[in-house]
């Protein structure tokens, strides 16, 4: 239903390879201890990736978005969280691209490809998640800075970041009006990552607090004007649900896969269990619901690459429609393999568990559910 270009799919098998030879073998031992993927980010940059979305430029590959979207589905078969952690880089660098003078991006562009740098977007409070407009860290200006004061929660590479992207409020009571963005570098005086946080899924995709105590921040690192963050939020919101689509398509193939290899070897009653109707029409659901999700997510992705009118909407729809999908299609995936499912020695259990976070981070289902429903009505999301 998507066809690739003939250079694009020469990158799929690129990340299949890395997939297959670095990340596979390891993906239940990081799913244990919530290792952080160093070496596989480094595989990744070798190769291109973590750059290849960077204007040429500035040292980038200036692909598209078709081609990040199959990159991000193709880690997803393979490890949900090596993609989250892949993904939070590359939609944390989306205000930069967007928003950044030339001053801000050949100061930060090259030195990110050239040292793979990691990087985090912060927006989330332990009193704003869905709410991005009740955030409370304050960013007051002084003198030719910026001093910075707030928690974070949950922000993707959040202890292991050598940029972040703060959001804070510069004009309070001004609602979503009063909200900028700040590069911020590791290591600046007074930002401090905090805990990581022990999730039930995408066990190894780091997620932490972060604490800013007089956090000053030149004024050269605000990027866009002031109370130009919000805009500049919703429109990296927008590539993170895409990319959550992207992550619930791969994950939903990778459990469709593995359970059709069981079902094929697997014998009961004198024959393999994938000969069993009951089971045959599990199948077909599965992959029925999984090719639907799959293009609605390419479209979304079309979409925002002509920087449509609809592309919020659209987003909304491909991160709701796909991680429901991951969640049913791995549920089945575990059922398909009855009692063996649910053991940790075969991957679906954890694949299951990945599923249900997809449909949480980024914007809950509830959430995108009312954006679908306000861009149907006319309303402003």
């Known amino acids: 239903m998507v066809e690739f270009t003939p250079e694009q799919e020469t990158i799929r098998q690129t990340v299949s390879r890395i997939c297959r030879e670095k990340l596979a ?5 990081m799913d244990r201890t919530g290792e952080f993927p160093w070496d596989i980010i480094q595989e990744f940059a070798r190769a291109g990736l973590t750059s290849m979305f960077f204007p040429v430029e500035y040292g980038g590959l200036g692909k598209d978005l078709i081609t990040s979207t199959m990159v991000v589905e193709e880690i997803s078969k393979f490890n949900t969280a090596t993609a989250h952690t892949f993904t939070g880089i590359a939609s944390s660098r989306l205000p930069l691209l967007i928003a950044g003078t030339d001053e801000q991006k050949r100061r930060y562009m090259p ?14 409070e332990p009193k704003a998640g869905s709410d991005v407009a009740g955030m409370e860290t304050r960013a007051v200006k002084d003198g030719d800075s910026y001093v910075l004061n707030g928690h974070k929660c949950f922000a993707t590479n959040g202890s292991v970041a050598v940029l972040y992207f703060i959001f ?10 009063g909200i900028s963005c700040f590069l911020v570098e590791r290591g600046t005086p007074g930002l401090t990552p905090g805990r990581i946080e022990d999730k039930v899924g995408l066990r190894a995709s780091n997620v932490s607090e972060l604490t800013l105590e ?6 050269a690192n605000r990027l866009g004007g002031e109370g130009e963050g919000f805009k500049i939020c919703m429109l990296a919101l927008d ?5 959550a689509a992207a992550m619930g398509v791969g994950l939903a193939q990778g459990a469709l896969d593995y359970a059709l290899r069981y079902a094929r070897s697997r014998v009961q009653f004198g024959q393999p269990v994938a000969e069993f109707q009951g089971m045959q029409f599990l199948f077909a659901d599965m992959a029925t619901s999984l090719e639907a999700a799959r293009a609605l997510t390419y479209e979304a992705a079309r979409r925002m690459q002509a920087r449509d009118s609809s592309t919020s909407h659209f987003c909304a729809m491909a991160k709701l429609f796909a991680s429901d999908m991951a969640m049913q299609v791995t549920v089945d995936a575990v059922q398909a393999l009855g009692g063996y499912g649910v053991v940790t020695d075969h991957p679906v259990e954890r694949m299951m568990r990945d599923a249900k976070i997809l449909q949480i981070f980024d914007g ?15 309303k402003s999301p």
Do not use: F
């Open 25 to 29: 073998p390891r993906a239940a031992e």
């Open 111 to 124: 030195r990110l490809i050239r040292e793979a740098g990691v990087t985090c977007l912060s927006i989330t």
């Open 168 to 177: 804070a409020v510069t004009a309070p009571g001004a609602g979503a009006r």
């Open 214 to 219: 007089d956090v000053r921040v030149p004024a």
């Open 239 to 243: 590539k993170a649900r895409l990319d």
């Open 364 to 378: 809950t289902n509830q959430i995108q559910r009312l954006i679908i429903a306000r861009g149907l009505l006319g």
